[in-house]
């Protein structure tokens, strides 16, 4: 069964950092582009980082400069380094592949003031 499982969310104050982990079961995810993507209370789904097969990224303009995403294609997964983290990002964060367009369960990312 192909999957993506995230892990590393949590509670952090503000200024903190963190870093997620997105495992990918199968070897065609490597072939695809993935995101990460975040979900606050009340408000709609939306993209933070994205990184194709090649790896070339892109950010979200609230993320640039504080967030790097990552690909290790040997070991399937995807990373995202949260530095100088903020209120404003805690959120659900959730990865999700083209391949087969599938998403993974969330992490709850909560950043204390």
């Known amino acids: 069964q192909v999957q993506l499982v995230e892990s590393g969310g949590g509670l952090v104050q503000s200024g ?22 975040r979900q606050a209370p009340g408000k709609q789904r939306e993209l933070v980082a994205g990184i194709t097969s090649g790896g070339r990224t892109n950010y979200a303009d609230s993320v640039k400069g504080r967030f790097t995403i990552s690909r290790d294609n040997a070991k399937n997964t995807m990373y995202l380094q949260m530095d100088s983290l903020k209120p404003e990002d805690t959120a659900v964060y959730y990865c999700h592949s083209d391949y087969k367009e599938l998403w993974g369960q969330g992490t709850q990312v909560t950043v204390s003031s």
Request: aromatic share 22%; proline share 0%.
């Open 16 to 37: 903190g950092s963190l870093r997620l982990s997105c495992a990918a079961s199968g070897s065609m995810f490597r072939f695809y582009a993935m995101g990460w993507y």
